[in-house]
């Protein structure tokens, strides 16, 4: 930390008081791997903040004002005021909608602040899971192009939609099974949600900060965060395929 490779973000931003951060390297895997984008950050803010939504109802607290309680870094503050803000997110809403998530995270402690709240929907008879809207706010300090972050944070929030709700490698025993886009699960046009939008906090004077890799984590929770509030069940274990939410479920 704060870079990491396995480890990176799986420090809470929140003020606590107390934590415990353990880390287990380990190099014999079954099969080669390789880096995903982002690194360890995917994984452990999905964890982080599917925890953090738990924490919240457990304390009978809004999920965004039970994050807010946490945070004392202003910055993001706002960044999560203005997600939840743009996106609607009130007790209204909530009645409104199928399934609302919300997540944050700072990538790398130390880059681009995203936040991304989203509107989910779920199948109950087949478990599909969808993502209808996706609202994220991000500070990356100085804009200089803000079509590029816009873009970058578009394009991580379909990613890690991909990631999140369908790719996983399978092998067997000797090798890779899935060997081509007819075996390998992917995100699909049918899949897309219907709008996201992206609100930039510009920063005149601050240091530049790298969006690169920021939304893939926040959305991925977002998602995992969304289907719990739709389901009532709350799934842990990534990809979160249709198969796995309908056997959650009990249909």
């Known amino acids: 930390m704060p870079e990491g490779g396995g480890d990176r973000n799986s420090i809470p931003l929140y003020q606590f008081p107390s934590a415990r951060v353990m880390h287990h390297f380990i190099p014999a895997m079954p099969v080669r791997v390789s880096a995903l984008r982002a690194l360890g950050a995917h994984m452990n803010v999905f964890a982080i903040e599917s925890f953090m939504d738990e924490l919240a109802a457990a304390a009978g607290a809004d999920p965004v004002q039970f994050r807010l309680q946490h945070l004392d870094d202003a910055r993001a503050r706002d960044v999560i005021s203005a997600a939840a803000q743009r996106f609607g997110w009130s007790d209204t809403s909530r009645r409104k909608l199928p399934g609302r998530g919300f997540a944050f995270a700072r990538y790398k402690n130390l880059a681009a602040y995203c936040a991304v709240a989203c509107e989910m929907e779920v199948e109950r008879e087949t478990g599909r899971a969808r993502m209808v809207r996706a609202v994220a706010a991000v500070d990356a300090g100085q804009v200089v192009n803000p079509d590029g972050i816009t873009n970058q944070i578009e394009g991580a929030i379909l990613q890690s939609m991909s990631w999140t709700l369908f790719e996983s490698v399978s092998f067997d025993e000797r090798r890779i099974t899935s060997i081509d886009w007819s075996t390998y699960p992917i995100l699909r046009f049918s899949a897309v949600p219907d709008a996201i939008e992206v609100h930039i906090i510009n920063q005149p004077g601050q240091p530049f900060l790298g969006c690169g890799e920021a939304g893939q984590g926040p959305a991925a929770?977002?998602?995992?965060?969304?289907?719990?509030?739709?389901?009532?069940?709350?799934?842990?274990?990534?990809p979160l395929t249709r198969e796995r939410i309908k056997t959650a479920i009990g249909i």
Request: charged share 20%.
């Open 221 to 238: 929770a977002a998602i995992a965060n969304g289907i719990a509030d739709a389901t009532g069940q709350r799934l842990r274990d990534l």
